[in-house]
């Protein structure tokens, strides 16, 4: 099922009777809302976002022909029930699988039992202290005075107006690329190299999660069949992706001089391919958003300064780890932009949500003030802050229980460390309102 990440303190001037018979789409005999989701498939998460929060329970069950899904903003049904309690009975599915397995294979994104545990099992060991002092204290450090920085320095100088997004999506993709894999695709280098296959993982990301959009999937299956269309572009993209995978896997088996089976190399192509999609956007997108954000909301880009200039110039792991008023910031930005906004599973037998509603068997079910002070609580002394965190079913950013984000100290490290190198020297400016 899908769960939506979306607040409940959205106001209105309306009364909600007023508003909900505005919002809710309108479900037919025989159709449901079939119409709605035709006309919405491409603002699925706009579209959606409002109708949990303007029904009683905050949770709204989207019928389309032969398809149920059960749209839910309550955290005690998702994560907290569908996550923790009974983690066993929602799996990813067989009816999940298939729409991402083109470009995903059997990784860990995309399997369930067996092959997702021994996945996230070798995979854990790579997150422990040890490996992230190393990566923030090397790859990003590097990555960040070596490059991106002077990348933005340049551009401030000569006042040409730079791409944010595009630059931090090259960043994260280069530090997952050496962290990962030990190669460098050089995207930072000063003449900014076209990132083909950056483009091409883009193009086959996008295309793959337009198929969960599609109100039927016979639409894409039969694209897919007769390679026209989205599914023919998608082909292409996922075909640039593997030859990139693949050519890594290849350089690491002349350095290894290690022979491994087409099946082991078939897994090895799933755990690249999925690997950076865990790197890329999940840190970009967030430092993206919260430098737009801090330019809408200005108030809150001091205390951050403030939190910045008291470390050195180059902090030290520590150092970024206490840096709790920016660590607020992001996870503030992510309660309102999270970058994996969309969960899905399908339900394995009948069960019934705190709620009360009833989930049937392989049934999919699917959850405005900036303000960091929200994630924190005062000392004692002025200015003085203590994080404090949410249990990750309230927020699930990262998701929660057996399926947490395994890299997600290491993501917030990164940020944190990116914030306080840009803001410490530049002031960001939109170019449109």
């Not at 066993?88 to 294979?105: A, E, S, T, V």
């Not at 545990?117 to 960040?144: C, G, I």
């Not at 960091?372 to 004692?380: I, Q, T, V, Y």
């Amino acid at each position: 099922f899908f769960f939506i990440h979306i607040t409940k303190n959205t106001k209105t001037k309306e009364s909600p009777s007023s508003t909900a018979s505005n919002i809710i789409p309108k479900s037919y005999p025989l159709v449901g809302s079939f119409f709605a989701a035709l006309a919405n498939r491409h603002r699925f998460i706009p579209w959606m976002t409002p109708i949990p929060q303007n029904t009683p329970s905050a949770t709204f069950v989207l019928k389309r022909l032969n398809s149920v899904q059960f749209v839910t903003a309550n955290p005690d049904n998702f994560p907290a029930h569908a996550q923790k309690t009974q983690f066993h009975n929602y799996p990813k599915g067989i009816d999940f699988q298939p729409i991402r397995f083109d470009l995903l294979g059997d990784g860990i994104f995309n399997s369930d039992g067996d092959k997702w545990k021994f996945q996230r099992q070798v995979s854990s060991h790579e997150f422990n202290t040890k490996s992230l002092r190393k990566f923030v204290e090397t790859v990003v450090e590097t990555e960040l005075s070596d490059r991106l920085i002077h990348i933005l320095s340049a551009a401030a100088a000569d006042k040409t107006v730079l791409d944010l997004q595009d630059m931090l999506q090259r960043f994260a993709f280069v530090n997952i690329c050496k962290t990962a894999f030990g190669y460098d695709p050089e995207y930072l280098s000063p003449s900014l190299p076209q990132a083909e296959f950056a483009r091409s993982f883009d193009d086959a990301v996008q295309t793959s999660a337009e198929r969960f959009r599609e109100p039927l999937r016979i639409f894409w299956k039969i694209q897919r069949l007769l390679n026209i269309g989205s599914q023919k572009r998608l082909q292409v993209a996922i075909c640039q992706v593997r030859e990139f995978a693949e050519n890594i896997i290849i350089e690491k088996k002349k350095e290894l001089k290690s022979n491994i089976s087409p099946d082991e190399s078939m897994h090895l192509l799933d755990i690249v391919i999925s690997f950076t999609l865990a790197g890329r956007d999940t840190t970009s997108a967030p430092l993206t958003w919260i430098f737009w954000l801090l330019f809408r909301n200005p108030e809150a880009e001091t205390p951050i300064l403030n939190e910045i200039r008291e470390k050195s110039d180059a902090p030290v792991f520590e150092d970024i780890k206490d840096m709790v008023f920016t660590h607020a910031s992001l996870c503030e930005s992510m309660r309102f932009y999270p970058p994996v906004p969309l969960d899905g599973k399908l339900a394995k037998k009948d069960d019934v949500w705190p709620d009360g509603k009833v989930i049937k068997k392989e049934t999919r079910n699917d959850w405005a003030e900036y303000k960091p002070r929200r994630w924190l609580k005062e000392d004692g002394d002025h200015d003085k802050w203590t994080f404090v965190g949410r249990d990750p079913y309230t927020y699930p950013v990262f998701h929660a229980g057996a399926r947490i984000c395994l890299g997600k100290e290491m993501a917030s490290l990164q940020m944190k460390r990116v914030v306080a190198a840009v803001l410490r020297r530049f002031k960001d400016e939109s170019t449109f309102q």
